[in-house]
């Protein structure tokens, strides 16, 4: 049986994950760099919301 946290973790990560994944495929023709700023837009924003709801 998993803790609170620990599921709490795994939506997340997998939340991460999937915005991650759907930005790169929506800029797939662009640069690197603007994959990695946008990646990691996403995942501090995702976690920056996380911990509102602690």
Not at 7 to 30: C, Q, Y
Not at 32 to 39: D, E, F, S, V
Not at 41 to 48: D, I, M, P
Request: hydrophobic share 55%; aromatic share 4%; glycine share 12%.
């Amino acid at each position: 049986m998993l803790s609170q946290r620990e599921r709490e973790a795994i939506i997340i990560g997998s939340a991460i994950g999937l915005t991650a994944t759907i930005i790169d495929v929506a800029l797939a023709n662009g640069p690197l760099w603007m994959h990695a700023l946008a990646i990691g837009v996403a995942g501090s924003l995702l976690c920056g919301l996380a911990t509102l709801f602690k």
